[in-house]
Nanobody, 134 residues
């Protein structure tokens, strides 16, 4: 059974930093068609659509970012440990949200299209809450 577990959320003052982690179990995918999987961070606040924040392809590590976080957030991975990270710096109150990690196991890449296509993702974690106070 696939499991995604987020951690690292919390409450910080504006301008502060947090590092989120997403630990995954083994993700089955078609190795005849794809060389890796697409992993991404999404976030959601009550009453709003879930929005893509950043994505990374496990083979090669190509990344994509939402305009709202580019330059402040960095997505990375440790494939040996099966962990994806989101380093969040210069946090703003508008970054407050529940943050989810997600996996698309039928992906040849993981570019910015995936950040606006949450329906493409097969597996989701339960989320970790981030609160940024001014």
């Amino acid at each position: 059974q696939v499991q995604l577990t987020e951690s690292g959320g919390g409450s910080v003052r504006a301008g502060g930093s947090l590092r989120l982690s997403c630990a995954r179990s083994e993700i089955p995918y078609n190795r005849g068609l794809y060389t890796g999987i697409c992993m991404a961070w999404f976030r959601q606040t009550p009453g709003k659509e879930r929005e893509g924040v950043a994505s990374i392809y496990t083979d090669g590590g190509s990344t994509a970012y939402a305009d709202s976080v580019r330059g402040r957030f960095t997505i990375s991975q440790d494939n040996d440990k099966k962990i994806m990270y989101l380093q969040m710096n210069s946090l703003k109150p508008e970054d407050s949200a529940m943050y989810y990690c997600a996996v698309d196991r039928n992906a040849g890449d993981c570019d910015s299209r995936y950040l606006v296509s949450k329906g493409w993702f097969d597996y989701w974690g339960r989320g970790t809450q981030v609160s940024v106070t001014s």
